[in-house]
């Protein structure tokens, strides 16, 4: 199982969501500490997320295999380096189902500390474990269905009917999405406790980034219920 990053290369065909430019970097390739040669920002954000995804992949691993029997647990943990991209990290899988978490370089340098980057990356693995992705897709498929054959039972033409399953896809991949950050956040936290990281100081990272606070349908929870949880959870692991 891959525990570096591996920087973008013609990976378009292999992982659902398409990336750009990577190339692995194995254990051996980080920039090594000669006092001659001064690392770049750059150098010192894969090295930092190296060692993070080092310590924090294993432990997910192993809670994948004990909580999700059944399912593929050999995660691949990519950071793509695409010109231009914004701070973001997410789950997808590759068309054999295994499970591929991709951080932006943005995010990995926006972070302040190790807790913060173990934090989201217990969090994404956590989105694989507890099978997040399949169910977003079921409800998305339920949503469309169900308002498509609304919308043909009223007699309207395919092109509304089109745009009825299109908002009813939207609608039903919505509907539990605040429910399935906070599922990624408690066991998020639990990975990363396990990883010998802090959630607490790594969930801090929710406090500087723009708060959804209430809003219907919204994909994330506010920030402060976020942090409550994760509070909570790690005080039950002490």
Known sequence: MPRLPIHCAALAGLVLFALSSCTVVPPGALPAADPKFAM???ERAVARFSAVADRVAPVAED??????RGRNCDFLIL?????GAAANAFQSQTRG???????????VEETRNADELAFVLGHETAHHILGHLERTESNARYGA???AGMAEAEGYDAQIVQNAADLGAEIGARSFSQDYEL????LGAVITKRAGYDPVR???????IPDPGEQ????HPPNAERMALVRRVTASLQ
């Open 202 to 208: 790594g969930a801090a990272y929710f406090t500087r």
């Open 183 to 186: 599922e990624a956040d408690a």
């Open 40 to 42: 770049t920002d750059e």
């Open 216 to 219: 219907f349908l919204g994909t």
């Open 145 to 147: 269905a169900i308002l």
């Open 63 to 68: 809670v994948c295999k004990a909580e999700a």
């Open 79 to 83: 950071m793509d380096e695409e010109p």
């Open 97 to 107: 189902g295994r499970p591929v978490i991709v951080f932006t370089l943005p995010l």
